[in-house]
């Protein structure tokens, strides 16, 4: 640990700077693509301690791109997400974040403030690149297609979670709504005459229930009605349902993907409706680590007291736009456990007192060390990610 002495104590000097952006970025909940207060406030953070910001960036109104060059080498990025999610508070009407994105936000920016402070000592740029809407759209997805992470060696970023866990998997996710085009006509005058579209959902819905048990066990197919017509006693000319369809490969994905339609195409078909659908999300792919990436930062957290680690994770859990970062980068993601007992689990009501305040500052900080630790292995060692 000697060798990492100097940043250990840097991070602890700007402890309470790292605490306060986790608790800015929580008393102002913003959705996703709507993060302005939020973005502006990290780039003024970043600012400050001497990066070079832009802001906003390829073209997305709430990403931004730091940069703190200090010595020719490889570049190491860290990536905050700062969206939150709808549906709490006692009217349920309110943003809050319940999967704590402030935290990430906290912690990527403590990782890379802090190497900021022994940047005589690094050899290579310390990049962080805000990434907008995890939660909807899966900004990160769009600033892989635009380029932005073509020169970037390393990324790294950390979640809180119910455990700690190095081996998370996620899954490569579709997004995909289909409408349903029908004729209007009297339900119980004319009902002859009608072209049923809500019938063509519910027909689709028992496509899909029924292909369940032909999917590969990883797979995930979650769907809503989001349009089922206007008035009972008149035939719905117009009908629309969303779908989720996931697996933990994107080969296999797209064979489900293609299967999801054909039972949209079955049930028009059934029907005389008209069909028509598009993604109306990006689509997702899983999560590839880089192996001496994981061990590295497990090793770190080892050292910092977290060793209590799940041995299996065979279970996929949801699905991430870092996976769309994984393929382009040597990337490592990790979630730690908040210490809550009974356990909390994100996006639940019970796991905002864990993402800040008083119950997330070992966990924040840890963090913020660990991603700090394991950027100086790679700038010390660009071999690392080769």
């Given at each position: 640990?000697?060798?990492?002495?100097?940043?250990?104590?840097?991070?602890?000097?700007?402890?309470?700077?790292?605490?306060?952006?986790?608790?800015?970025?929580?008393?102002?909940?913003?959705?996703?693509?709507?993060?302005?207060?939020?973005?502006k406030y990290l780039c003024s953070q970043l600012e400050q301690a001497g990066f070079d910001v832009t802001y906003p960036y390829l073209g997305i109104e709430t990403a931004f791109r730091a940069e703190l060059k200090c010595n020719a080498g490889p570049k190491v990025t860290f990536l905050p997400e700062y969206d939150a999610l709808p549906g709490y508070g006692d009217s349920k009407a309110e943003n809050a974040h319940a999967c704590?994105?402030?935290?990430?936000?906290?912690?990527?920016?403590?990782?890379?403030?802090?190497?900021?402070?022994?940047?005589?000592?690094?050899?290579?740029?310390?990049?962080?690149?805000?990434?907008?809407?995890?939660?909807?759209?899966?900004?990160?997805?769009?600033?892989?297609?635009?380029?932005?992470?073509?020169?970037?060696?390393?990324?790294?970023?950390?979640?809180?979670?119910?455990?700690?866990?190095?081996?998370?998997?996620?899954?490569?996710?579709?997004?995909?709504?289909?409408?349903?085009?029908?004729?209007?006509?009297?339900?119980?005058?004319?009902?002859?005459?009608?072209?049923?579209?809500?019938?063509?959902?519910?027909?689709?819905?028992?496509?899909?229930?029924?292909?369940?048990?032909?999917?590969?066990?990883?797979?995930?197919?979650?769907?809503?009605?989001?349009?089922?017509?206007?008035?009972?006693?008149?035939?719905?000319?117009?009908?629309?349902?969303?779908?989720?369809?996931?697996?933990?490969?994107?080969?296999?994905?797209?064979?489900?993907?293609?299967?999801?339609?054909?039972?949209?195409?079955?049930?028009?078909?059934?029907?005389?409706?008209?069909?028509?659908?598009?993604?109306?999300?990006?689509?997702?792919?899983?999560?590839?680590?880089?192996?001496?990436?994981?061990?590295?930062?497990?090793?770190?957290?080892?050292?910092?007291?977290?060793?209590?680690?799940?041995?299996?994770?065979?279970?996929?859990?949801?699905?991430?736009?870092?996976?769309?970062?994984?393929?382009?980068?040597?990337?490592?993601?990790?979630?730690?456990?908040?210490?809550?007992?009974?356990?909390?689990?994100?996006?639940?009501?019970?796991?905002?007192?864990?993402?800040?305040?008083?119950?997330?500052?070992?966990?924040?900080?840890?963090?913020?060390?660990?991603?700090?630790?394991?950027?100086?292995?790679?700038?010390?060692?660009?071999?690392?990610?080769?």
């Amino acid at each position: 640990m000697e060798k990492y002495q100097q940043l250990l104590l840097a991070e602890e000097e700007i402890s309470s700077q790292i605490e306060e952006i986790s608790e800015f970025i929580y008393q102002h909940p913003e959705l996703g693509m709507q993060e302005f207060v939020s973005s502006k406030y990290l780039c003024s953070q970043l600012e400050q301690a001497g990066f070079d910001v832009t802001y906003p960036y390829l073209g997305i109104e709430t990403a931004f791109r730091a940069e703190l060059k200090c010595n020719a080498g490889p570049k190491v990025t860290f990536l905050p997400e700062y969206d939150a999610l709808p549906g709490y508070g006692d009217s349920k009407a309110e943003n809050a974040h319940a999967c704590g994105h402030n935290w990430i936000a906290a912690s990527t920016l403590g990782a890379a403030l802090t190497l900021s402070k022994i940047k005589d000592q690094i050899n290579g740029t310390i990049v962080v690149i805000g990434t907008p809407a995890e939660e909807t759209i899966g900004g990160k997805c769009d600033l892989v297609d635009r380029g932005a992470f073509d020169d970037i060696d390393a990324a790294i970023q950390m979640h809180l979670g119910a455990e700690n866990n190095i081996n998370v998997k996620t899954l490569a996710m579709d997004s995909i709504e289909f409408n349903f085009s029908g004729k209007a006509a009297h339900a119980a005058a004319y009902p002859q005459l009608g072209i049923n579209a809500l019938d063509a959902v519910q027909l689709m819905f028992a496509g899909v229930n029924a292909l369940r048990q032909h999917m590969q066990s990883d797979a995930r197919v979650a769907g809503i009605v989001t349009k089922g017509g206007v008035a009972c006693n008149t035939v719905p000319d117009q009908a629309a349902c969303r779908y989720y369809i996931r697996a933990a490969h994107r080969n296999y994905l797209e064979e489900l993907t293609e299967k999801v339609i054909n039972c949209a195409k079955g049930a028009a078909l059934m029907t005389g409706a008209t069909l028509e659908y598009h993604n109306f999300e990006n689509s997702f792919d899983e999560l590839k680590y880089n192996e001496n990436l994981r061990q590295i930062l497990k090793q770190h957290l080892g050292e910092l007291g977290v060793t209590n680690f799940i041995q299996d994770d065979s279970t996929a859990s949801g699905s991430s736009d870092i996976g769309n970062v994984s393929l382009v980068c040597p990337t490592v993601y990790c979630e730690i456990d908040t210490g809550a007992d009974p356990k909390v689990y994100a996006h639940n009501e019970d796991f905002l007192p864990y993402v800040h305040g008083a119950k997330a500052k070992y966990t924040l900080h840890t963090a913020a060390k660990a991603m700090a630790m394991t950027a100086l292995d790679i700038f010390n060692n660009p071999e690392i990610v080769k």
